[in-house]
């Protein structure tokens, strides 16, 4: 068949059944025994988009853009505010202080999205148009034109590129990056090529399960980490197996790039083996350490719930606090 009738059907009808036809061949494959579902070794690898390279958004650019619109809009408002102030009120001395007005009323939040931006806009407006003359004869003062004439650069000049920001928001979804010709790819570090040269390049993060070099399930997730993506991909494969009938994998085998205090939490709750690898499992191997007594070198008392030094110092807890990672786990560091 043509190309174009093969990416319609899996465009228009596998989409959405991929997975309930892929629990089906995994099924015939237990069935058979080739798949046990005893040991299930995970790791992820990047696909390239075909978006261009170089027709990225990064979200720390579009974050410091749009608190620039916010506070040009700010300034005119409070031009704005200024002008009026000093047309219905005498001139202040000379020799004494200045006059100064505030933008907001009292009790509302400063500007912070285009939403705020139009409802000042519409204020504004209404103030200006209720204290123009009402005569066709009558002009309005120096001063109202000019407010007029700054009223109108908000709606016309800095609205649409605060709506524009607060759409390149709404796609990047909390990621860092988004490429504009494929709004769903995530710019994220490839491995080097022959050249030994690193990119940046849009991508998706695939992670892929398997056991008898059988893809047991994969998932595709806009986020580089692969620490981050562990859950959600183990939460999707535990849905395909409990669809099919089947039972949890006993072992989960992974390396360190999926060493995590939520990951193995993740895995003791749901009753599954972990073999997963932590960050800094081979140099600690090879005894390569930043610090000259690192903390796995010293002896842990669990009875006193206390460190040795190699100089035979007790270190005691003297706190606790928590910090809340990027997939939001909130964990409890001893200090």
Known sequence: PDHNTINSFRKHRLSNTVKDVFAQVLLLLVEQGYVQLKDYYVDGTKMESVANRYSFVWAKNVARYKASVLEKVAQILAHIDELSSQEDSPPP????????????????????????????????????????????????????????????????????????????????????????????????????????????????????????????????????????????????????????????????????????????????????????????YHKEQKGKHKHAFPQQALHYNEEGDYFVCPMGQHMHQVGQTKEKTKTGYIRTIHI
């Open 93 to 280: 001395d000379p020799g004494g202080p200045g006059t100064k007005t505030d933008v907001l009323a009292e009790g509302e939040q400063p500007l912070s999205d285009s939403k705020a931006v139009r409802e000042a806009i519409s204020r504004i407006n209404s103030r200006l148009d209720s204290e123009m003359p009402g005569g066709e004869d009558t002009k309005p003062s120096k001063s109202q034109a000019k407010q007029k004439r700054l009223a109108g650069k908000l709606p016309k000049d800095h609205l649409p590129k605060l709506e524009g920001y607060e759409e390149q928001e709404r796609l990047l979804g909390g990621r860092s990056s988004y490429s504009k010709t494929d709004v769903d790819a995530t710019f994220m570090r490839t491995k080097d090529d022959h050249l030994g040269n690193g990119q940046l390049r849009p991508c998706y993060n695939l992670q892929v399960g398997t056991e008898q070099q059988f893809i047991v399930n994969y998932t595709v997730h806009q986020t580089a980490s692969d620490i981050s993506c562990f859950v959600a991909h183990m939460d999707d494969t535990l849905g395909v197996l409990d669809n099919a009938g089947l039972k949890l994998p006993d072992n989960v085998c992974a390396d360190a790039g999926y060493g995590s205090e939520q990951n193995y939490e993740y895995l003791e709750e749901k009753g599954i083996e972990a073999y997963v690898k932590y960050p800094g």
